[in-house]
């Protein structure tokens, strides 16, 4: 049986990223996993045995099977993204709080009937996006609220890239319409749209401009794409997201008195070690200039960490459920305002490269 203070957890699909949660959620105090389902029960059972769950976790060959167990408090769902909405809003009306990977949909309609789920049947929602819950990224934000050091935010690049090979540009589920349409858009561009918005406190540019000569492969899903996001006040951004080119997860922040950099957003270098890094420029720091310089040179900031990003991401999603569990407290909206607002930059962006490149505006319902 699960402490009073343990959230139970149910897996739906074995999906590689599950590995990753299930390492995470042993690590967590206040979580643990009590059940799986996959379509097949040979591979739950499978799956269950490789990642050394124990005896007492209920393996099913349905993922409803895991939805009608009632000490199942929430699930994480890694399934496909076309698969989300339909198995999310289930979810949310069988009781259980979801964790759903991102791109949590395929647009923001699909995202709508999950958030529109969960409220009304009182469950908390959150995507998988792990960097939003390491202690890096409350530091990060610090710095960026220095104005004696940072000034006024003005510009924003990011750059995530993987080349994962012919292999998967031809079989993965990323590159299948009928099951995760998005590409590399959803993967990875997912990362780098949240990156900015998170940087400008969640503020919505006006408006959208992918860049011209976006790769897609002949389902027409994005292998490859970019785009410009810019605001009322004069602030813009860029992004780029490919699956054609070397591993790449980085994010620079422009102010008008320093810089942040950060050169592995989304799989912190040192965290196996215990801390997490980030570099920072300010021009309070001319008074540092070495000989033969001709600018400051970034200070390396160190962030130590007890946890990985990806236990932080289990324990607050588990605190917060806790708190509706026990506490008979209102979920937690923030997370359901970060995701929407991930999504519908991420359609204007699919839109402007559907419509011929053009400029699309953003619009807040």
Same mark, same amino acid.
């Not at 962030?303 to 324990?315: L, N």
């Given at each position: ?71 199942? #408090?929430? %699930?994480? !769902?890694?399934?496909?993204?076309? &698969? $989300? ?5 289930? +979810? ?126 002949? #389902?027409? %899903?994005? !292998?490859?794409?970019?785009?410009? &996001? $810019? ?5 813009? +951004? ?128």
């Amino acid at each position: 049986m699960a402490e009073e203070t343990e959230v139970c957890f149910g897996i739906l699909g074995c999906a590689q990223i599950s590995i990753k949660f299930c390492k995470a959620i042993r690590k967590a105090p206040n979580a643990k996993v009590i059940a799986i389902g996959s379509r097949s029960l040979e591979k739950a059972t499978s799956f269950a045995s490789e990642q050394g769950l124990p005896e007492a976790v209920s393996v099913y060959g349905s993922y409803e099977a895991v939805l009608e167990n009632d000490e199942v #408090d929430a %699930v994480y !769902i890694p399934l496909p993204t076309a &698969l $989300h909405v339909t198995w999310a809003v289930k +979810a949310a009306e069988k009781g259980k709080h979801v964790l759903l990977e991102k791109p949590v949909a395929m647009n923001v309609a699909e995202l709508d009937q999950i958030l529109e789920a969960c409220e009304v049947n009182g469950v908390q929602f959150m995507d998988g996006s792990m960097w939003l819950h390491h202690p890096r990224t409350v530091k990060v934000k610090e710095a960026l609220s220095d104005e004696q050091r940072f000034g006024q935010l003005k510009w924003i690049h990011s750059c995530m890239t993987y080349n994962p090979g012919p292999e998967f540009l031809k079989n993965s589920i990323r590159m299948k319409p009928d099951l995760d349409g998005l590409g590399a858009l959803g993967d990875i561009g997912w990362y780098s749209i949240q990156a900015i918005l998170w940087s400008v406190n969640y503020q919505l540019p006006k408006s959208v401009l992918a860049f011209p000569k976006a790769t897609l492969n002949q #389902d027409n %899903v994005i !292998i490859s794409c970019g785009s410009s &996001l $810019h605001w009322e006040d004069g602030k813009s +951004a860029t992004f780029h997201c490919s699956f054609l080119t070397y591993l790449t997860f980085d994010v620079t922040i422009l102010g008008t008195k320093g810089s942040l950099r950060l050169h592995d957003l989304t799989l912190p270098f040192e965290e196996s070690f215990g801390y997490g890094t980030f570099s920072e420029s300010s021009e309070i720091d001319y008074g540092k200039i070495e000989q033969g310089m001709w600018c400051p040179k970034p200070n390396q900031h160190v962030v130590e960490t007890e946890f990985s990003q990806d236990v932080w991401m289990v324990k607050e999603f588990a605190d917060l459920v806790g708190k509706v569990k026990r506490l008979e407290m209102k979920p937690e909206k923030k997370w359901c305002v970060v995701s929407r607002k991930t999504q519908l930059v991420l359609d204007a962006v699919k839109e402007s490269i559907q419509r011929g490149y053009e400029s699309v505006e953003i619009v807040m319902e």
